[in-house]
């Protein structure tokens, strides 16, 4: 029983990560109807905020130290972060030490504005067009933000490591430890996609999506300017999948494939859940992460060797073989 519970654990981990991408992708796909493959890669430059906010944190000067000393006798060079001039050592090192929570703060507005320039800039050419040319133009996007994440960043994964007081484990149960920081990204996804339900059902704003989600044309004769809404909403599920990967860095240090890592497997998340429904892509996130991580086990590889690789894709064709829509698809979504 206490495997059966961590693996539970671990495939809510995943699952978290998958969901939030696939909401993201649903939400874009709900009101716009493009297949955006860019969205892998706003979950990667999400991630890179907080090594952003981390390296900003950490700019320093040098200050002589004359309580230290070389081997000569001469007075150390020591660096000090400018945090730590401006607010105190102590309050300096907390500030340095939560850099991941508080890049939530500076993800918001970036991907917000990264989400509203893709729309307007690019995305907005492309509604009238088939999905083919929607994939093939968001496909190559996604190359070239994370070329242009590589140049900057580099090849190599970085740190970015949760704040000392969420870095150990908590006793869940006789014998169960599992990591804090995994609990913190599985209860933040919970809120996030609770957040979001919670907009588009009590909102006006919310409301007014949701009809225009189901009939945009009637909506539009009523006077609503819904395509500005939905741009708003592109934002939105941008800034999603931006908090997603910036507190996802602890777990899984930020590199520049981490989009496409992500994305294939977000993809086939909301085609499972079913295309443009958001209940569904989150329900599907959750189980087929949980598959997955049962699928990583010991005796599971050992029994089928690279199952774990291809359990995603599997449950996939059945689900599609037995219900096309997926698991809660709408009538009428990608059947034309």
Known sequence: MDAILLQILNGLDKGSAYALIALGLTLIFGTLGVVNFAHGAIFMIGAFCS??????????????????KDFLGNPLKVKTPYVES???????????????PLAI???????????????RGLIKHFYKRPHADQILVTFGLAIVLQEVIKYFFGANPIQTPAPEALSGVAQLAEGIVYPVWRIVYFCFAVVIIGAVFAFLQFTTFGMVVRAGMADRETVGLLGIDI????TIMFGLAAAVAGLAGVMYGPINAPNYHMGMDFLVLSFVVVVVGGMGSLPGAVLAGFVLGILESFASTTWATTTLPGINQIIIYLVAIIILLTRPRGLMGRKGVMED
Do not use: C, H
């Open 51 to 68: 090594v952003t906010l981390q390296r900003l944190f950490n700019l320093s000067y040098e200050v002589i130290d004359e309580t230290q």
């Open 86 to 100: 401006w607010f105190g050592p102590e309050m300096g090192a907390t500030i340095i030490d939560w850099s991941v």
């Open 105 to 119: 703060l500076f993800a918001i507005p970036v991907m917000l504005v990264i989400g509203y320039v893709m729309e």
């Open 227 to 230: 395509d500005k809404r939905f």
